[in-house]
């Protein structure tokens, strides 16, 4: 049998940080067991490849689930992007408060983690899909494949459900469930929104920017605006994203009102497309909304508001106008189901807050944290996860760090 003094679960962004975190205070042998065949495959694939990996504007508007996990972190955390810097990568934001790598590469930031995992001798066993989780007389007994493990502390960042093919794939809530805790329910997050098929079907491959309400019961629920992307059968696009974790609780109990012309009122529309109903009389009346929108966008805008494009821009009534006006300021889209995790960059859900400490130690199993995806908190698209990720790794490393050192004094 193997002997380590912390096993973590999971090399992804949280397990790698809270192996590095354990090295900074202390020199307890540390072991990663990742199941996958390298670590950290879905850092790569953040931020469209360019690894989005913080925020300068983090606050707990940000986060759905339970913000008070932001309370559990440590308070001696540097900065994402210092303790970035620290290992040698050089980071820059945007105007939007993002931050990114200078590089704009994901595999740099990658290897900064993995360069410094090296350099302070952490352990890593990849292809190692561990299987449970078992107390022992000293610790705990982790079995994966034919092998065994003992460590005195283990820390749980197995992550989530979301991108299965890159690891995500929810063994980490079984391995928990063995322990005694449950979860939440669990719902795939920043993915597209399905819909009617009808409804997008003459506009997949298009985007618009849009303010997008997400409405149960003529009740807004979350407002956002942005690119919105017409798919196959599904609404997409970052302003989508962000609302899609709290759209997957009103599975057919909700619809997203999209406001295809923010920045006017419904007052300045009617007067425009009167003005252009008059100076494009002759013309066919899918020719109103041009210059406003792509054509198969206004083509589709006059069909959701009953007009007949046999019919020319003059001959197009009063009633109608305003009909049309409604559609572009208010166009609804059922909420049908949100795509399948496959597609989804987070989980929505996790362990339940209430069976952790705010030590981000199980209530059930001395010696055991968690941190990452697994826990009950998603945030929205622009790094807050990975931020989360990073801070919550770093947490659940020193604690565990600080739980081998009492243990170690009561004897």
Known sequence: MKKTDIAVIGGGASGLVAAISIKKYSDFKVTILEKQARVGKKILSTGNGRCNLSNNRIDGSCYNGNNKLLNYLSSDIPSTEDFFTEMGLACKSDDQGRIYPHSMAASSVLDALRFTASAKGVE???????SEIRKAKKGYDIIYGENIINADSVIIAAGGCATPSLGSD??????????????????????PIRTDINNVKALKGLRTYAKATLLSNGKPLAEQSGEVQFADGALSGICIFNISSLAAKYIKKSEIMLDIAPDYTKKEISYMLFTIKETRASLPCEELLTGLFHKRIGQAVLKNSSIALSKTCGELSEKEIYRICDIIKDWRFPVTAVSDWSLAQVTSGGIKSEEISDNLESLFAKGVFFCGEILDIDGICGGFNLDFAWKSGYTAGKNSAEYIYSIKDKK
């Open 124 to 130: 890593i066993l990849c292809d190692s899909n561990v």
């Open 170 to 191: 929810g063994s980490g809530y079984a391995l928990a469930q063995k322990l005694g805790h449950s979860t939440t329910a669990l719902y795939p997050a920043l993915a």
